[in-house]
């Protein structure tokens, strides 16, 4: 399963799942923790799978975080994931049909080449001040952010 999907953690922090374009799965599959407030997977089936209407259960959640998803429509983007003392932990590039789900830790965005993404959060949207919180990082030279 790794040539599909792939995880960035640092000291036992996840920080994001993604799975790359062109990744092709045989049956469908999840990568999130049972337990994570955000399922992230591919969904693969033969011609002629049917699963019957449906809807699904309204369940009570509690959803202490705000996990991101992002699907890269066109263009390049440049995911930086920092640890808590502000040192940077990975870059990680998005082309085209690329997908990731933010998931915790410090994380920046560069535009590398003019982009559009699909993105998705968990709701109700609170206003951008009590959303993101700045936070003050080292960064790599040659990410020029």
């Known amino acids: 399963m790794s040539s599909i999907h792939q995880t960035i953690e640092h000291h036992g922090v996840r920080y994001a799942e993604i799975i790359r374009a062109g990744a092709e799965a045989r049956s469908s599959v999840f990568f999130s923790p049972p337990d994570s407030s955000f399922q992230f997977g591919m969904i693969a089936h033969d011609a002629g799978f049917y699963e019957s209407a449906h809807f699904h259960k ?71 001040e009590n959303d993101k919180v700045p936070v003050e990082v080292g960064r790599r030279r040659d990410s020029g952010l």
């Open 58 to 128: 309204p369940v009570r959640r509690e959803v202490l975080d705000c996990q991101q998803l992002l699907v890269v429509q066109r263009g390049v983007v440049l995911i930086e994931f920092y640890a808590e003392d502000g040192g940077c932990v990975e870059e990680v590039t998005l082309r085209t049909g690329d997908a990731m789900v933010l998931i915790h830790g410090i994380h920046a965005l560069k535009v590398v080449e003019d982009m559009q993404c699909i993105s998705v959060k968990q709701g109700p949207f609170l206003g951008a």
